[in-house]
């Protein structure tokens, strides 16, 4: 982990949030030796919250499709 001091973080803030991004935590030490780590907040959002499509298929045609894939799954 990237240890830069007080002065530094200040002056280069915004390279430094990205240097935490990409390894994760960066720490930042103060004249009176106190030492913080300064890392990215992981998000709450989850990887499966994506946008839906409209492919406009009703009930019936859904319901079809999934029997369509267990015939295939049980032919195997």
Excluded: C, H, W
Excluded at 17 to 36: C, H, P, S, T, Y
Excluded at 45 to 57: A, C
């Amino acid at each position: 982990m990237k240890e830069f001091t007080y002065s530094e973080a200040r002056e280069q803030f915004s390279s430094l949030l990205d240097k935490a991004k990409r390894e994760g935590a960066v720490r930042i030490r103060r004249r009176d030796g106190q030492v913080f780590v300064l890392r990215p907040e992981k998000s709450a959002k989850s990887p499966l919250d994506v946008p839906g499509i409209n492919l406009n298929l009703d009930r019936e045609e859904i319901v079809e499709l999934v029997r369509a894939g267990r015939r295939k799954i049980e032919k195997n």
